[in-house]
């Protein structure tokens, strides 16, 4: 399968830890994008990097968030100090510049008890 | 405001038939493009079908087709035949112009759950 893909799919965490997401994009796509999504909304926008360097991140990424996309592949998205309100889908996206079409991960349930 | 509006929270359909599925959107840029994507329950985001906001006919993809008004700023997806498969959560979503190095991100609207029934 060579489609986007998420790691862990499903994380539970205790108020106050850290946690780290994993977004492998397609092969050869230089755009990646993370994205987050509560319940009943639609997914909204947190950060973009092209190639290697983050070059866009919304106001909804508190300095609790951080992003790397180290050597242009793939990307960790960190969450330190979980709050309840970070309990939400983390989706990642990939595309190849000139496309029209963004291709999503099955995205990472977090769970903030 | 809003950059995407979907008033429809819940569509539901027979099993055969058509099913239109509302967008409006607001954007002062004259360069855009207009997506639809759907979300199964298992929460991946599949991609659809596009519209340019320069583009001279409405897009289609197979049984999907984008009724695009662009003076009333609207983007309605129209699904023909509807199956039981096609019970998703079905977002409509916005790229302002590619002004160079943007993000291109994309604004999605709150959504509407299609539900078909057989």
């Known amino acids: 399968d060579t489609g986007v893909s998420q790691d862990p799919r499903h994380k539970i965490t205790k108020r106050g830890q850290n946690v780290t997401f994993r977004c492998d994009p397609i092969?050869?796509?230089?755009?990646l994008y993370w994205y987050r999504q509560t319940l009943g909304q639609g997914p909204e926008f947190l950060t973009y990097?092209?190639?290697?360097?983050?070059?866009?991140k919304s106001r909804l990424l508190s300095d609790r968030f951080s992003a790397e996309r180290p050597k242009g592949s793939f990307s960790t998205l960190e969450i330190q100090r979980t709050e309840q309100g970070d309990s939400a889908m983390y989706l990642c996206?990939?595309?190849?510049?000139?496309?029209?079409?963004?291709?999503f991960g099955p995205g990472t349930r977090l769970t903030v008890l | 405001a809003q950059k995407i509006t979907q008033t429809q929270p819940g569509m539901f359909v027979q099993e055969k038939e058509a099913v239109t599925l509302d967008c409006t959107y607001d954007?002062?840029?004259?360069?855009?493009?207009l997506f639809w994507y759907k979300q199964p329950s298992s929460g991946e985001m599949i991609f659809l079908i596009y519209?340019?906001?320069?583009?001279?006919q409405n897009a289609t993809e197979g049984r999907y087709s984008l009724n695009f008004q662009k003076a009333r700023k609207s983007a309605n997806l129209v699904i023909s035949a509807s199956q039981l498969g096609d019970s998703a959560m079905y977002f409509c979503?916005?790229?302002?112009?590619?002004?160079?190095?943007?993000?291109?991100?994309?604004?999605f609207g709150k959504g509407t759950k299609l539900t078909v029934n057989p």
């Open positions: 996206a990939s595309s190849l510049g000139v496309a029209n079409e963004q291709f």
């Open positions: 092969s050869e796509h230089n755009r």
């Open positions: 990097f092209q190639n290697e360097a983050q070059l866009e």
């Open positions: 954007t002062s840029d004259p360069s855009y493009g």
């Open positions: 519209q340019g906001s320069y583009d001279q």
């Open positions: 979503a916005m790229r302002e112009g590619r002004a160079q190095g943007g993000s291109e991100k994309l604004v």
